[in-house]
């Protein structure tokens, strides 16, 4: 049984709480918020563009209000680290330092040396750093990832990558809207295609973006288009927030190689379809839980059999941060960028 602490309870808090409780091989045993209505015994529901949110009856764990004193106070086994982006790297190296393992939410920091010093402290301690880039877990995806990876979608020629969203309003004190702290769309939400991107293709040798600002001022991160530049593959990804409340999350590929298109479409039914080259069109069989539940699961069972994370590693998710920031770059100079 996985002793699990978990820290900051707004709306990825709140998914991974329902996710702990479900894992009959965790026992949640504290929560942790700087806001204290978070951690009330009945914690009200924060809103998201992904999940339901119900209200939460925490009485059944330790309750804290500042994250020191959780590590001081718990025996825990894993800290699970739901702060905004920007306080990733402090309380990270804190649960690593206090002798935990640790699973953080995306983007693994806001910069690269964050990256570091988390990286860091994982190899001092021995403790296991594992980053929570869903979306390599996340059903529909992973069937992409094995489609490539075992050559039935043939040489890949295309790929198109969506990701788009209401603006997200719920985010403690509006951190998220504020660029310097989250990275803005860029960083939040369109690296969750960066990094599977380099998950599936390697890196590439440049980028080139083009960024804009509907709802935030500042450096433009709020709609990226980007291409990857690559030797043999045209590789584009949109992302953005801006859109009207109305307007229903959308994520979504079209990769084309040789044997056929893989399309991921929310707004059809099956939403997954393969249409091959030759041939009638199917939709591949896929799992039927959440990127969210599948990842933690994923990271949990390494914990129990003290095997280290090798479907995301902490380098991979510091790659990304990277090559999201070379995207800004790229964007603000209008420039291609050189990835190294
Ligand atoms: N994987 C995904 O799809 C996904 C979705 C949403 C958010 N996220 C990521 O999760 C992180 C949190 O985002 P969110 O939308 O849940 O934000 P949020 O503002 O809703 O929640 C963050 C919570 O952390 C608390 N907090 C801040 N600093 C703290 C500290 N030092 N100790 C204890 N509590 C602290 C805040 O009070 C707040 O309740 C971000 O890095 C974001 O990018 C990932």
Redesign the pocket.
């Known amino acids: 049984m996985i002793r699990m602490g978990l820290?900051?309870?707004?709306?990825?808090?709140q998914q991974h709480f329902a996710i702990h409780q479900a894992l009959e091989n965790v026992e949640l045993v504290a929560v942790?918020?700087?806001?204290p209505d978070?951690v009330a015994e009945v914690a009200p529901a924060?809103g998201?563009n992904?999940g339901d949110a119900t209200e939460l009856d925490l009485s059944a764990q330790a309750r804290y209000v500042c994250?020191d004193d959780m590590l001081d106070n718990e025996q825990l086994d894993c800290v699970d680290v739901?702060?905004?982006?920007y306080?990733?790297a402090d309380?990270s190296v804190a649960a690593l330092e206090a002798g935990c393992h640790c699973i953080v939410?995306?983007?693994m920091g806001r910069s690269v040396e964050d990256c570091d010093r988390m990286i860091s402290a994982a190899e001092a301690t021995g403790g296991m750093l594992f980053v929570?880039q869903?979306l390599r877990f996340w059903p529909e995806y992973e069937v992409l990832a094995e489609m490539v990876s075992n050559g039935d979608l043939g040489r890949v020629a295309s790929a198109k990558f969506t990701r788009l969203s209401p603006t997200?309003m719920?985010?403690?004190g509006g951190?998220?809207l504020d660029t310097e702290l989250s990275g803005g769309a860029l960083m939040?939400l369109h690296i969750h295609d960066a990094d599977f991107i380099l998950a599936l293709f390697g890196r590439p040798h440049a980028v080139m973006a083009q960024a804009n600002n509907v709802v935030t001022s500042g450096e433009k991160a709020d709609h990226v288009f980007t291409t990857y530049l690559y030797d043999d593959l045209v590789c584009t990804a949109e992302g953005g927030w801006a859109m009207p409340q109305s307007v229903p999350f959308e994520m979504g590929f079209q990769v084309l190689g040789d044997k056929g298109l893989l399309e991921l479409s929310l707004a059809k039914d099956p939403p997954l379809t393969f249409y091959p080259a030759e041939g009638e069109p199917y939709s591949p069989d896929y799992a039927e839980q959440t990127g969210?539940e599948r990842e933690i699961a994923y990271f949990v069972d390494c914990i129990e059999n003290d095997r280290p994370p090798q479907r995301v590693t902490p380098q991979s998710a510091r790659e990304a941060v990277k090559l999201v920031l070379a995207e800004h770059k790229s964007a603000q100079s209008g420039e291609v960028v050189a990835v190294d």
Do not use: A, Q
Request: glycine share 14%; aromatic share 12%; hydrophobic share 35%.
């Open positions: 820290v900051g309870m707004g709306f990825i808090g942790c918020d700087e806001n978070k924060v998201g992904i994250v739901c702060v905004p982006t306080r990733h309380v939410e995306k983007p929570g869903c997200p719920w985010s403690e951190w998220v939040d969210y």
